[in-house]
Every structure is written in C-alpha cells, then in structure tokens.
C-alpha cells in the first residue's frame, strides 16, 4: 500500500503565492513520476506539472513561468510552488504519483484526496 498526504492549499489574493506538499509512504521502493493535476468546477482533471525521476519536467501552458515542481527524492514528497495566482487557477488540485512498491508487480498510479486552491479577484 502506498498513501499521499497533500497540504498547502488555501484561499489567497491575485497575485498571491502558495505552496503544495505531497508526502508519500508505504511500500515504496522507488518512485518514477511525480506530478499535480487540478480540477475546476465544471472542468474536467488537468494534468499541471509533472516531473520524473531524472528531474524532467512538464507544465501545462497556463502556468508556465508561474509555477515550479520539485521533489525531495530524500522525503519521497513532491512539492508546487504557485506565485502569480489568478482566479482561473482555482480547483482541487490533486496529487499524482506513479511508484514501483516493494511487492512484484507493475508500478503503480496513486492519487491524493485533492487539496482546494481557492484565488480571489
């Protein structure tokens, strides 16, 4: 079993900066990719950013220069620094981990419970 325990989101001004945090634990005896997908309300889930294991990294168009993934190999937790929020950037933001556990067995995708990032105009 592997688990994710998100935290960092919240309510913040346009313009304003908050930073997610996504640990995981369990049988893990490597982690691949590690990344944030959101949904808005009516929207469906989009993948934001994502970054594997030799540090490559994805972002969606909409947050580039904005946002920066990293991980702390060390703490198995990935982490999102959002600066420059607008209000189209509220949703639940959800955890997103792909890991190779310690049983035999393909890797597996596991998922956070989301944490709301709400942004005010």
């Known amino acids: 079993q592997v688990q994710l325990v998100e935290s960092g989101g919240g309510l913040v001004q346009a313009g304003g900066s908050l930073r997610l945090s996504c640990a995981a634990s369990?049988?893990?005896?490597?982690?691949?990719?590690m990344g944030w997908y959101r949904q808005a309300p009516g929207k469906q889930r989009e993948s934001v950013a994502t970054?594997?294991?030799?540090?490559?990294?994805y972002y969606v168009n909409s947050v580039k220069g904005r946002f920066t993934i990293s991980r702390d190999n060390a703490k198995n937790t990935v982490y999102l620094q959002m600066n420059s929020l607008k209000p189209e950037d509220t949703a639940v933001y959800y955890c997103?981990?792909?890991?190779?556990?310690?049983?035999?067995?393909?890797?597996?995708?596991?998922w956070g419970q989301g944490t709301l990032v709400t942004v005010s105009s």
């Open positions: 369990g049988s893990i005896a490597s982690i691949n990719a």
């Open positions: 997103w981990v792909v890991v190779t556990t310690s049983r035999p067995g393909p890797p597996l995708e596991v």
């Open positions: 970054i594997t294991s030799r540090d490559s990294t």
